[in-house]
């Protein structure tokens, strides 16, 4: 007999060479219905996989999240089975699932291209193998077998790929008449795929390296119904709307030019003024919790970074290394704030009465993305974090972790983001080279962020192998208002950095002591944030934040001296407004202003001049009747207060 413990920590014996099927039947015969797959000690296996020593079982379904990525990764190897079939000769490489679908990267014969035109008879053709209801099985292949399998083949791809496996632990996955080479984790069999659609077709170098052959990458995603498919494309629709680039395009945020270089955001008057506003909103709430704002250049000797661990870690992923006339003298563009805050701690002594010491900057960091992962302001070279660190006393650190997650959830709240959920980004317990820093220090920052969390009720999940390489961290995931997940505020606790920058703070034992680093980002990027911000509330901010909240419309030309008056009065009262002076109908500027998503209209004209009355429209409702400019910008006023009042 062995034991399996379960999610909730509820313990059931079985005889040895149970299978996560057989598990999920003994609970209940609607939750075996429903297991898609399962993983055993923290690794993803078939829900028919044995069991045969006392083990940690969790069962997926399609709403888990792993249960999506189980049902997309099979979904996977029926596109490659598809493109197989209908391109005799390709090259297969790999075929991930991603956080919408999954793709498949393969290498075509000589002049084959796939097109828009192909997708039709690609899906036919995917949903044919699906019906079959064909079992994926997993077998485990030695290393000399895998090899000459894929060098039969001709598949380089293959070859690469397990000339870096290690004997012995190479498995295979089977289905109908299709082999490929696959770590495991897949649903029962096919048929539980009941949909697809391929979405997109793509560029994408070997390995993501530009040096190696351009392949082909399909992408697609697959349903357990056809329903859901359906829904999901009306919501594709939607998201095109609210696509950041357009709207960012049409309210005049920002803009990219290809002189100034790919994934450099420029951001335009009305967006430098918006962002501003979310900078000052943060810095408010900064100052009254005690943060010090600082200011850093945007290079950094190499060495500072060799220091911190990030050049061994991310030194691929940033740009190549500035020389200076001096011998051996090397400088990066800043990709991380924290190593210049850890000197500015340093920049003179310490006592325990001095901490926490909190340092805040709106630091701009520059790494270097693939062309290919560029995308609008969600993926950029220079982005702006709103970064802080915090270096306090190790009795500090829960204390100051609920503050930093107060200061998180304050902001979501106050730009309407109601639907999130805490994640406990914890280190892989099986990887721990990925890491650095001792054993005990891991442990005990894992425990403060653990603890702090338990201090308020929200909801979280637990993601090993999520953490930062110098410590653990609570990521703010965030789903907007079309339902998909961002990952944007992020708090993270960090014994490791003080040591290597050798910090230290003189104790109340007059011993030294080395403090502990909280790394924290409410908006984690200002141009990411901007761009989920822009598709969550499709354009339409709130008052306090748009860049204009009203809108001047004189009915005539013979109107505009009274418009532009009436602007410079409403400035008076902090009150953002433009003048539509075109020589066009009311009707047309109405409409007009509508689309640009401005919160109020003013209409101008003989009526409005005569009684000293504002005549008032607001997007969306449309006329609010006639107001005197004391009571109109109270409305606005109470408007605001009303959003900012968070409970």
Not at 45 to 71: M, Q, R
Not at 467 to 472: Q, V, W
Not at 555 to 565: G, L, M, P, Q
Request: glycine residues 6%; aromatic residues 10%.
């Amino acid at each position: 007999m062995i034991t399996i413990t379960l999610p909730d920590g509820a313990q059931k014996k079985y005889d040895s060479g149970v299978t996560p099927m057989d598990v999920a039947m003994s609970i209940s015969e609607g939750l075996a219905r429903n297991v898609i797959s399962a993983s055993v000690n923290g690794t993803k296996v078939e829900t028919v996989t044995p069991i045969t020593s006392d083990a940690k079982l969790v069962l997926y379904t399609w709403n888990d999240k792993a249960g999506k990525e189980t049902f997309w990764h099979s979904s996977a190897h029926v596109l490659a089975q598809a493109l197989e079939h209908l391109y005799p000769g390709i090259k297969l490489t790999i075929g991930p699932a991603i956080e919408n679908g999954f793709y498949y990267d393969v290498d075509l014969p000589e002049g084959k291209v796939i097109t828009d035109s192909d997708f039709k008879k690609i899906e036919d053709t995917f949903m044919e193998f699906a019906r079959q209801k064909a079992e994926f099985k997993m077998k485990p292949v030695s290393k000399a077998d895998a090899l000459k399998m894929y060098k039969d083949a001709g598949n380089e791809y293959k070859v690469e790929l397990i000339e870096n496996l290690t004997d012995g632990e190479i498995t295979f996955c089977d289905h109908s008449n299709f082999t490929d080479l696959c770590r495991g984790g897949h649903l029962p069999n096919t048929g539980f795929i009941k949909a697809v659609k391929i979405m997109n077709v793509a560029g994408a170098y070997w390995r993501g390296d530009e040096k190696n052959k351009q392949l082909t990458r399909v992408y697609g995603i697959s349903f357990p119904k056809d329903k859901e498919l359906k829904e999901y494309l009306v919501l594709l629709e939607e998201a095109k709307k609210r696509d950041h680039r357009k709207l960012g395009k049409e309210l005049e945020l920002f803009t990219f030019s290809q002189r100034v270089g790919q994934g450099l955001p420029l951001w335009l008057p009305k967006g430098a003024d918006l962002r501003k506003r979310l900078e000052n909103f943060l810095q408010k709430q900064q100052v009254e919790a005690g943060y010090e704002m600082v200011i850093t250049p945007h290079i950094g000797s190499k060495e500072l970074y060799v220091t911190s661990g990030h050049y061994a870690k991310y030194g691929k992923d940033s740009f190549q290394p500035i020389n200076t006339p001096a011998e051996g003298e090397e400088f990066l563009l800043k990709p991380m704030n924290c190593p210049h805050h850890c000197e500015i701690y340093k920049f003179k002594p310490k006592s325990y009465k001095d901490l926490p010491v909190r340092l805040a900057e709106f630091g701009t960091v520059y790494r270097y993305e693939q062309s290919g992962e560029l995308h609008g302001l969600t993926r950029v070279r220079g982005f702006t974090q709103d970064d802080a660190h915090i270096f306090c006393r190790p009795d500090q650190v829960k204390d100051e972790f609920v503050k930093v997650m107060d200061l998180v959830l304050y902001v979501l709240k106050a730009l309407h983001f109601e639907d999130y959920t805490a994640q406990i980004s914890l280190r892989d317990p099986h990887d721990r080279e990925k890491y650095i820093g001792s054993d005990e220090n891991w442990a005990k920052a894992e425990a403060a962020i653990i603890e702090a969390v338990s201090e308020r009720d929200i909801k979280t999940v637990t993601a090993y192998g999520e953490a930062a390489f110098y410590g653990p961290k609570l990521d703010f995931m965030v789903k907007d208002a079309l339902g998909r997940s961002w990952q944007l505020g992020t708090v993270q606790v960090d014994y490791n950095l003080p040591e290597r920058f050798e910090l230290e703070y003189v104790g109340s034992d007059n011993a030294k002591h080395t403090p502990v680093m909280i790394h924290r980002a409410p908006f984690g990027s200002m141009e990411r944030f901007v761009a989920v911000l822009l598709e969550h509330c499709a354009g339409k901010f709130p008052l306090w934040l748009t860049p204009d909240q009203v809108a001047i419309l004189p009915v005539s030309e013979k109107y505009n001296h009274e418009a532009k008056k009436l602007s410079g009065l409403l400035k008076n009262y902090d009150l953002r407004a433009l003048v539509d002076e075109r020589n066009e109908k009311i009707g047309r500027k109405i409409r007009d202003t509508e689309v640009m998503k401005i919160p109020y209209m003013l209409i101008v004209g003989e009526q409005e001049v005569n009684s000293g009355k504002l005549s008032v429209r607001k997007q969306g409702e449309g006329d609010l009747g006639t107001l005197s400019i004391e009571e109109f910008a109270k409305l606005i006023q109470d408007d605001i207060e009303a959003d900012l009042r968070i409970n």
